[in-house]
Nanobody, 126 residues
């Protein structure tokens, strides 16, 4: 079955960096668009970044533009999120997700993703 597993969360001071990874299995990775979402306590899950199947098309939430970089390695069936200049408001559980879509369009809506990882906690202290 399809499985997504996130790695790389942790506790970091404001201004620091973390790199999240999402390893996929049980699917043909190049048939899927990928995305990162996050959820802070008491808030709804929100879109962070998305990447299309071949990495040509990328989109970010305004709140992370210029600080986060999404990428994917199709040979390793893995997606990444490099997070720099972290802020306390970046704190939350970060989820990776995939959607069976092969186009240049980036999916920003959570309910259009079919599979989700279990999430990894990112905590940014001030």
């Amino acid at each position: 079955q399809v499985q997504l597993v996130e790695f790389g969360g942790g506790l970091v001071q404001a201004g620091g960096s973390l790199r999240l990874s999402c390893a996929a299995s049980g699917l043909t990775f190049t048939n899927y668009a990928m995305g990162w979402f996050r959820q802070a306590p008491g808030k709804e899950r929100e879109f962070v970044a998305g990447i299309n199947w071949n990495g040509i098309s990328i989109n970010y939430a305004d709140s992370v533009k210029g600080r986060f970089t999404i990428s994917r390695d199709n040979a390793k069936s893995t997606m990444y999120l490099q997070m720099n200049s972290l802020k306390p408001e970046d704190t939350g559980v970060y989820f990776c997700a995939c959607a069976a879509k092969r186009s240049i369009i980036i999916i920003r809506t959570a309910n259009e993703y079919q599979y989700w990882g279990q999430g990894t906690q990112v905590t940014v202290s001030s």
